[in-house]
């Protein structure tokens, strides 16, 4: 059983940059390969970033690609998501996730993550 809290959200101007936290209960926060996504509203939960259990691969959606980087800290149980050059296309609730997988697996489907946080609102104005 994993427990996840998300924090860090908030309201930034475009261009402007937020760092999320996603905070994990429970002794084997290493062995999960962890996942961000979002939902916009009226739109369906899409895939962010995901990031393999020693943080040795990470994948990211083309949409955020070279402004988002996820990153790891399994001593601190800790998962982040840094946000650059944000967009008002950005703005969504921000949800992290752990998956069961292999290793060297970065998970990308939201139907294979089995613990979900509660989410932190991310707000872009232009």
């Known amino acids: 059983q994993v427990q996840l809290v998300e924090s860090g959200g908030g309201l930034v101007q475009a261009g402007g940059s937020l760092r999320l936290s996603c905070a994990a209960s429970?002794?084997?926060?290493?062995?999960?390969?962890m996942g961000w996504f979002r939902q916009a509203p009226g739109k369906e939960r899409e895939f962010v970033a995901g990031i393999s259990w020693g943080g040795d691969r990470t994948y990211y959606a083309d949409s955020v690609k070279g402004r988002f980087t996820i990153s790891r800290d399994n001593g601190k149980n800790t998962l982040f998501l840094q946000m650059n050059s944000l967009k008002p296309e950005d703005t969504a609730v921000y949800y992290c996730?752990?998956?069961?997988?292999?290793?060297?697996?970065?998970?990308?489907?939201?139907?294979?993550?089995?613990?979900w946080g509660q989410g932190t609102q991310v707000t872009v104005s232009s």
């Open positions: 429970g002794r084997t926060f290493s062995t999960y390969p």
């Open positions: 996730a752990a998956a069961e997988g292999p290793r060297t697996v970065v998970v990308v489907n939201a139907l294979q993550y089995k613990y």
